[in-house]
Each structure stands twice: as C-alpha cells, then as structure tokens.
C-alpha cells in the first residue's frame, strides 16, 4: 500500500556532532525496528482541508494495533521581522481554544490536483492574506510536526523580512477568517511567550527559534 | 448549549508589562467582537481519546460558518533534567510522521468518569511510564495548544528534577507503546532543535523555554 502524499517523513542529515549523530542512527534504527506498517486504511471523514482515517498497522515483531489519524496537508509559519525588530503576529478567535489567540501569521498548504503548494510559495500568500505586507526576502528557519502522535501536519518556519505594504489590490484573508494584526517588538514577544500571553505551540517553538539566531548574531 | 469540558479556555493575567497588557486587552476585546458561538454541534467521530465534531458557529455580526474540531482531553509534556544537566528524551515510531521522532516524554490525560486527570499527576505518571524515572520535584513551566486551528488540546509543560529509578514495580508504557529513551545534555537537545534532529513542536517549544531559564539563572 502506498503511504498517503500528505505525510511527511523525517528528512535527517548528520550534523557533525557525535552525540546528535548517535541519535540520528538510533533514529534510523527505531525507523526499522519499530516501523507501524500500514495495513489497512479506514476513511472515517472528510473535511474542508484534513480527513481522519483509522490505519491498522503492523510492526516487525508481529504484533499489531490501530491509529486514528488525522491526515492534513501540511502548513507554515511565517515570523515577519520589520527593519525595527518588530514581529508582526495576528490576533485570531479560535474556536478550538474557546477564545482569541496572539500567534504568528500561518496556514494550511492549498492543494491543486492533489499536490500541496510549495511552502515558500504558500508563506507569501498567508503573509499577505493575513498582513497585508510582502516581504523581499522569505527564508527557511526549520520546521516541526504540530501533534505527530495524531496529526500528520508539518509547519515549515519562515522568516520573512523586507516588508512593504502590500497596497490596494492585497491578497485578503479567507472569507471565513477574522484575523487583526499586532507588532510588537521580537524581545518583547519572547516575554509575551514566556508570561503566556502567547500560547499557540507554532509560535512559541518560532519567536524562540528566531530570539536566538538573533541573539547569536548580536542583536 | 454547554460547552465541551475537554476545551480549555485560554486564561490570561495581566503581566506589569504596558506593550503586552495592551494586546491581552485586544485578545479580550476580540473574545466579544470575533467569538464563534456554536449553535450546533454534530459528532462526527468518537475514537480512543479523541472526538472528531463538527461544530456550526455564529458570530456577533451574524456570520455563520461551521468548524471541523477534534476534542482532545489535553495532554503533558514532561522536561526531565539530570543532576548532571542532562535531559532524558523518547524515541517512537509515529505513523503520523512515518517515522520514527526524538521527543520529551508526554502523553495524554486519562478521564475517569468524565473528568480529565490533574495534570501533575499525569506528569508523574507519564514520566515513570515512559522513562522508568520517578521526580521528586515538578513544576509547572507554562503550557500551549498544539494546533489551536482545529484540535482543543493544551499541553502542560513540567520541569522534573530529582530524578530517581522507580525500580521494579515501575509503571510501564502503554500496551501498545514502543519507547527508548536517550539522556542528552540540554545545551546538546538546543542544537538538536536547530540542526532539526527534534522536529516536534511541543518538544521544541519545551527545550527552547527551559533553555532561556537555565541560561539566565547562569547555566
């Protein structure tokens, strides 16, 4: 059976340092002895963007289980970073967490004739639905899987810089999105994530990220 | 109608700080203005731990959509950290990811009679299960939702220190877990963050906010 396009593998390369590289081959190891072979998949729903199937696998000592999974197509994160050291981030209700939640501009990879939008592409559309700036330069920072004991989304990490508005004709968000923009400068958010006035786990794991390549580089 | 007991509510204080208090009264202002009521919600899925419902919403301004929402009872995740300075992390398979993923211990909140389990005491519980380590001391560090866009659960983040082997009698994983454990010095686990050998959001979040915490208590 062939594994669904929307899931996304750990793509790992040695980092030069023993202790990590150990890991990667114990990583690589699990991979093979722990594997959960997918034997049968179940669709149980489809929804606007992500479905749930319940896979029955198998593992190479025989044994065997079931999963509910939740089948997304990915997503990414964007931290807009002005020439003052402000991070642009959005404030947004949330239905899921019952009230408004400050996070990093983001969203779900579109997907025309079954293939997801390439992520650098979707960055610049979310920054602009979600802003209305654009920015000059969109860099790759990393990337984390948000619940991978359940949810198969990937969050591809941006930063964005060389902001501009993006004047009349801007890309809008979704109709069905109400979303309000705040800057605030990147220290002052890393208090923000560090008092819990941010709680969104996307945007904790990115301003933290970006404080301390900042910090390395002598901001 | 009521609302779901596993959805938690975000719940923000007031931090001293005039930039970040300014945004928890825009965050309030847009719990009003931006809520999403629901007005129906139509089960869709019950599986082990989670539930997948649809929910149909109106806003004030008398907008109506419906959301996809997976009902998740909230989970732990557990930072254990060595006399030594090292952190004990697990190694799983996830079908999720198709692959196997370096983690720090965590795990979802048992209900017993409809009533999710206190969250240090599933930090306690997680923590032996997974690692084979009993903490004698555990302390809240913060918390976040995973993927705040469609699933309700909010992860407890606990720093476990005193570390003991909980000995024979200890708790084991669940039946249908597989899990090794890696002890990985912590300014070791913030380069696996960067070099992207933990690619987990709720892993990285953890390690990077531990990180600033030792680092300004002169770690």
């Known amino acids: 059976m062939t594994d669904s396009p929307a899931r996304r593998k750990p793509r790992r390369g040695l980092t030069g340092r023993p202790a990590l590289d150990s890991i990667l081959a114990e990583l690589a190891r699990a991979d093979r002895e722990l594997e959960e072979r997918i034997v049968r998949r179940e669709p149980v729903y489809r929804g606007h963007y992500m479905t749930l199937e319940k896979d029955a696998i198998v593992r190479p ?10 089948v997304h197509p990915g997503a990414v994160v964007v931290a807009p970073l002005d020439p003052q050291g402000r991070l642009l981030l959005v404030v947004q209700y949330r239905l899921a ?3 408004a939640l400050l996070e990093l501009p983001a969203g779900t990879l579109d997907i025309h004739d079954g293939i997801p939008e390439d992520p650098e592409a979707a960055a610049h559309r979310e920054l602009e639905e979600e802003t209305g700036y654009r920015a000059g330069r969109m860099e790759l920072l990393g990337g984390y899987y948000s619940a991978p ?3 198969t989304e990937y969050l591809s990490l941006f930063l964005a810089t060389e902001l501009r508005p993006a004047g009349a004709d ?3 968000p979704d109709e069905d999105e109400r979303i309000r923009t705040v800057a605030l400068d990147w220290r002052e958010a890393v208090t923000a994530v560090q008092t819990g006035v941010i709680e969104d786990a996307k945007s ?3 301003i933290l990220l970006l404080a301390r390549r900042l910090e390395a580089s002598g901001h």
Chains 1, 2 share one sequence.
């Open 204 to 206: 904790v794991a990115a």
């Open 149 to 151: 004991g359940f949810v």
């Open 61 to 70: 000592d025989g044994s065997d289980s079931s999963r509910d999974i939740v």
């Open 170 to 172: 801007r890309l809008r």
């Open 97 to 99: 967490a019952g009230g």
